[in-house]
């Protein structure tokens, strides 16, 4: 809203600045404990208000899916790498209907086809949720999840990974989420060791990969210990091969 | 004294003026990556009776091999291996309505012409953007959650798949910040056994604004619609051949309406994908103009594709 310098529409014109002011009103007080400039004070014709919404686009829900090949070290934990399954009509089989609502039953089933468990909105239990929204400056209504935080006048979202975490082992504590399997991790600790062995060579020409070093030998050690918490596998039952069932007496 | 400025004489001077070239805000324009040959085109919905199309893959041309018998011997009759995935079409809109007096009092930025053309690409970049939604969700994972991209994630990502036998080329979506942190690693590694070759203006001009280059023979495209994941920590973009991610569409019927204008598109086949159109509402004095598109996509066989998880900020 435009404010015109020095005077309201429906008040006589203010008298002129003393000469060198500029326009600038002048205050009774100077330094720290003085007021605080107004847009009047800076000569400003146009007042610059807060944005009171945050300034990020529009975007539809997703929902997370499971897959029990998707496995990470995250803070400090092993948890799950979950994916998210947008809820928008024509992507991944989501079936657009009247309302504005969507119809997810193709979709899940075609993702249970290839191992994918899709988690609902309310997984922890009815009147839970692990998403929000928020308006945005733009128009419309972003879709969030818990640990993700939009600002106003901003196009920052802050995330909290450390309670993303807490919810992701409690899930897999209350068997919402089945434990990772010991070949699962086996191919985890595989894959780190090999970034560890791959990290010492580079620490040697760039110092800075320390960091990155000293984090991969604790993510190796949380699986490790993940490990040693799981119990022994279930092999798959079989009849054993007598070799005189595929070889010839000769 | 009184002295005439422009800001004393406001009723001579306009406020301001509007260049006579206008830019355009920044987004995502990758329109023809939908040319590229690692994405599938399951086909057009229209008289077919359904919006969701059943895309089969099938176990021949060598997939299984011979099998070993004794002279003499019957060999089994076995099943022929198939598999199947599903997308649904679905209907997808824009709408931009202008009273008379905006268009009366305009400059020339607004026209039916620069209407339709936005509204041919709007189409296009509205598949990119499933494209970029569905990368991220393979249950095949390469990267490192939590840490900047790295050429080693991209080559491991292509070895990957590869060893699978997904026939290329391939195609890697990324965000920006992971494709800001591959510049990064490959501006400070030297002597790298595999040459960067970064877009050349007419790549850019064949592939779209987000074309970044080839890289060990992986086409590099941005989109920063590939989504985050991890609590908004990690971005999910990804790389995949052909059969990993399919796109189907439906065609328009011919509509005798002189206000209908119906355009080819990007798919093959030239026929009228993308319909716009003018709707007059006299009461208010406004004409909206209307994009219409029906398009669909979805994973395919989830082996080829490679989600690439690495940080995102």
């Known amino acids: 809203m435009a404010r015109s310098v020095g005077h309201d529409d429906d008040e006589t014109p203010a008298a002129p600045p003393p000469p060198g002011k500029d326009g600038l009103v002048e205050d009774e007080e100077e330094g720290p404990g003085a007021p605080a400039l107004t847009d009047d004070d800076l000569g400003l014709a146009d007042g610059v208000g807060p944005v009171d919404l945050p300034l990020i686009e529009a975007r539809r829900p997703s929902l997370f899916q499971f897959h029990p090949k998707r496995w990470q070290v995250m803070e400090g934990q092993v948890v799950p790498l979950l994916a998210p399954m947008p809820l928008v009509g024509g992507i991944g089989n989501v079936k657009a209907l009247k309302g504005g609502k969507v119809s997810i039953a193709t979709a899940v089933a075609e993702r249970a086809k290839r191992g994918w468990t899709v988690l609902r909105n309310d997984v922890e239990g009815p009147g839970t949720s692990y998403l929000y929204w928020v308006r945005v400056a733009g ?4 879709f969030l999840t818990r640990w993700e935080t939009a600002h106003n006048g901003s196009t920052v979202v802050t995330s909290d ?4 975490v807490e919810w992701l082992r409690k899930l897999i504590d209350t068997g919402k989420i089945p434990a990772p399997k010991s070949y699962v991790l086996e191919q985890l600790k595989a894959r780190l060791t090999q970034e560890l062995l791959e990290l010492k060579d580079k620490v040697r020409t760039v110092p800075s990969a320390q960091v990155e070093l000293d984090r991969k030998k604790h993510d190796l050690a949380v699986v490790e210990r993940e490990l040693k918490r799981g119990g022994p596998l279930t092999p798959v039952r079989a009849k054993p091969v007598k070799t005189g069932d595929v070889v010839a007496k000769e | 004294m009184v002295i005439n400025t422009v800001a004393t004489l406001a009723a001579l001077f306009p406020a301001e003026v509007v260049s006579a070239e206008w830019l355009r805000m920044r987004a995502d324009r990758n329109i023809t990556l939908l040319a590229h040959p690692a994405l599938h085109y399951a086909g057009d919905a229209m008289g077919r009776g359904s919006l969701t199309f059943q895309i089969p893959r099938v176990g021949l041309d060598g997939y299984r091999i011979l099998e070993q018998v004794a002279d003499g011997a019957l060999v089994a009759d076995r099943e022929l291996d198939d598999d199947e995935s599903s997308l649904s079409v679905a209907p997808w809109r824009k709408s931009y309505a202008f009273t008379d007096l905006v268009m009366a009092v305009q400059s020339g930025q607004i026209s039916s012409t ?12 509205t598949l990119v953007h499933m494209v970029a939604q569905l990368v991220g969700g393979g249950s095949n994972t390469s990267g490192t959650p939590g840490a900047a991209l790295t050429g080693l994630h991209i080559l491991q990502a292509k070895n990957r798949l590869s060893a699978r036998s997904v026939p290329g080329p391939y195609i890697c979506v990324l965000s920006g910040s992971q494709i800001e942190d591959f510049q990064g690693w490959l501006a400070a590694t030297s002597g790298g056994g595999i040459q960067w070759l970064p877009a050349t203006a007419q790549q850019i001009a064949a592939w779209g604004d987000g074309y970044q280059g080839n890289w060990g023979g992986v086409d590099i495209f941005l989109s920063n619609r590939v989504p985050t994941v991890n609590a908004g920590v990690d971005s999910a973009g990804g790389m995949f051949g052909l059969g990993g991610i399919c796109w189907g569409d439906s065609s328009f019927a011919p509509e005798p309406d002189p206000n209908i204008v119906d355009m080819g598109g990007v ?25 219409h598109a029906n398009i669909g996509a979805a994973e395919g066989d989830d082996g080829c594709i490679e989600s690439i998880i690495t940080l995102a900020t």
């Open chain 1, 161 to 164: 990974p450390k309670g993303y």
């Open chain 2, 114 to 125: 620069i209407l339709a053309r936005d509204a041919v690409m709007a189409a296009g970049n």
């Open chain 1, 139 to 142: 128009g419309g209504r972003a």
């Open chain 2, 267 to 291: 798919a093959p086949g030239g026929r009228a994908k993308v319909r716009f159109e003018r709707a007059r509402t006299g009461h208010a004095g406004k004409t909206s103009y209307i994009t």
